[in-house]
């Protein structure tokens, strides 16, 4: 996720089940959720977790989700709320009596487990669905739920739908894909998706992956997508609009398709055409891109950020069409996006404290591209983040151990501490182990977890691997300390004071503008 600037000084397989290794990760990341969760049938029902450090109460223990299956209807209005079958295919990994789902902010009408009628509850962001039978460990299952999926928000939290002006999109990082649709929404329990959408014949729908058919009956078109690699939730993207397709051809004969308004699609053609160039530029730096597909999805909403959905970023369209920002700035806006398809989708974080690994990389290979592109060189922008990271880390927290999020807000989360702050700690690695090791690290990382989950340990123990040196020390300091260490090789550097009145627990995150502009102030 990438936070736009605002300020005026700026603006111009099919289910298959999950291998040993994987049901063994999640077990661990769980342990202690399952043991204090699960609870008998006679007991009342309760909102469950894995016991996230910033999200305690999301993801739900004692199933493996190996694939969603989602079919939403779309009337034409975006103020209604769609009819809704969720599919769930799943193993259990724990004795169960009742199954928790995440989902709220939307009616239910029935649920089945395995074909047979169940009944449930709604407690807390919780759908508790009680089988007739108890699920035994190891057994597959399958739950359907019939809803409604409301694409207007709540009044005290965003939603995950984005109403367009001629929608809607989707935006559920980090915490409200299950505001859309029944879930297991914690990025450790990634699954395959299947998602058809049936809307009028003047609407385009499209959804992750690759289009798997498009069906017309009585006005209607239903539009089938599939994913070829494992997805989590926050990733999840369907775009309804009046809209055109656009095709073109990536590195390797790679599919690439853009979802652009119809009437504006001359207009976004010059920034569409350089996606080719941008993954072809991702892959130099750390190998093959990761997925079926990918594409850019142009958005007329006012959403305040852009995102990284799987196979299919989110932009909002005026990013494009507003004049005044470089060229060289948008474009890496974009490259950010593009390198989270590596750095968070493919490689997902185990939980939401491992944060700084998507958006560390992202702003590292987006001011890469900059210094390319622009001519703001990475040592500036690092020298700045440095100047400022005693203050990121007091409002924010340090990189690998950020404060909890504001209630109700999606994005709070996303401080400077996660971006260029996690940046500031990559080039810190670079500058202790050396280009060519930091390098190797890189590609090794997207590589070694491709369609997987990994953390901060992880990330760690590979680094010691390929440098041959014990770091504990270094990533305990630029992790985790309160106050940003030295830097390698820049004694010089020192932190500075901020500037009278200036915000800091908010900042929106942009690339660090060049000298002969204003960066963009907090909200």
Not at 68 to 90: E, R
Not at 203 to 232: E, K
Not at 281 to 291: L, N
Not at 503 to 519: D, F, G, I, N
Request: glycine residues 8%.
């Amino acid at each position: 996720m990438l936070l736009t600037p605002r300020s005026s000084a700026l603006r111009p397989r099919a289910p298959r089940p999950r291998t040993a290794a994987s049901r063994r990760l999640k077990s661990a990341l769980l342990a202690s959720a399952v043991s204090v969760c699960l609870v008998a049938a006679s007991a009342p029902a309760a909102p469950l977790g894995v016991g996230d450090r910033l999200f305690p109460h999301l993801g739900n223990p004692g199933y493996d989700v190996a694939s969603y299956d989602l079919s939403f209807m779309y009337s034409g209005s975006n103020s209604k709320p769609l009819q809704a079958v969720t599919t769930i295919d799943a193993w259990t990994t724990a004795a169960l009596d009742r199954i928790n789902l995440d989902f709220a902010h939307g009616d239910v009408a029935s649920v089945e487990v395995d074909g047979r009628p169940a009944t449930f509850e709604s407690v807390g962001d919780d759908l508790v669905v009680t089988p007739e039978d108890p699920l035994t460990p190891g057994s597959w299952t399958r739950i359907t739920v019939r809803h409604t999926s409301d694409p207007v928000a709540a009044g005290d939290r965003d939603g995950g739908w984005v109403r367009t002006a001629d929608g809607l999109a989707m935006a559920n990082q980090a915490d409200v894909a299950h505001l859309v649709f029944p879930c297991n929404d914690h990025p450790s329990d990634k699954a395959m998706f299947t998602i058809r959408i049936t809307a009028p014949d003047d609407y385009t729908a499209v959804a992750n992956g690759l289009p798997a058919g498009a069906d017309r009956s009585g006005g209607t078109t239903t539009w089938t997508y599939r994913t070829q690699h494992p997805m989590a939730t926050e990733l999840t993207q369907v775009s309804i609009g009046r809209s055109t397709v656009l095709h073109r051809d990536g590195p390797r004969g790679l599919p690439v398709r853009d979802v652009v308004p119809t009437k504006d699609r001359e207009a976004l053609e010059p920034w569409l055409k350089k996606t080719p160039a941008q993954i072809a530029w991702m892959e130099k730096k750390v190998g093959p891109y990761p997925f079926e597909t990918y594409g850019v999805l142009m958005a007329q909403a006012d959403t305040g950020f852009e995102l990284e959905t799987q196979t299919l970023s989110l932009f909002e369209k005026d990013l494009f069409t507003e004049p005044g920002y470089p060229k060289w700035y948008i474009e890496s806006i974009m490259v950010h996006e593009l390198s989270h398809q590596w750095f968070g989708d493919s490689v997902s974080p185990r939980t939401w404290s491992d944060l700084w690994l998507n958006e560390g990389h992202a702003t590292w290979y987006e001011a890469l591209y900059a210094e390319e592109k622009g001519g703001y060189t990475l040592q500036e922008r690092m020298k700045a983040a440095y100047g400022a990271s005693d203050r990121w880390r007091a409002a924010g927290g340090p990189p690998a151990l950020p404060k909890a999020p504001d209630p109700g807000e999606k994005i709070s989360i996303f401080r400077p501490n996660v971006y260029d702050g996690a940046a500031l700690v990559l080039y810190a690695l670079r500058q202790e182990i050396g280009e060519t090791a930091f390098e190797r690290v890189e590609r090794d990382w997207v590589r070694d977890h491709r369609d997987s989950t990994a953390g901060t340990a992880d990330f760690r123990r590979l680094a010691e691997e390929v440098s041959g040196r014990d770091l504990g020390d270094f990533f305990q300091a630029w992790l985790y300390g309160e106050k940003t260490p030295p830097m390698p090789g820049h004694p010089d550097w020192k932190p500075t004071a901020a500037e009278k009145g200036a915000k800091t627990s908010r900042a929106p995150k942009a690339p660090m503008a060049p000298k002969t502009l204003k960066a963009p102030k907090a909200p």
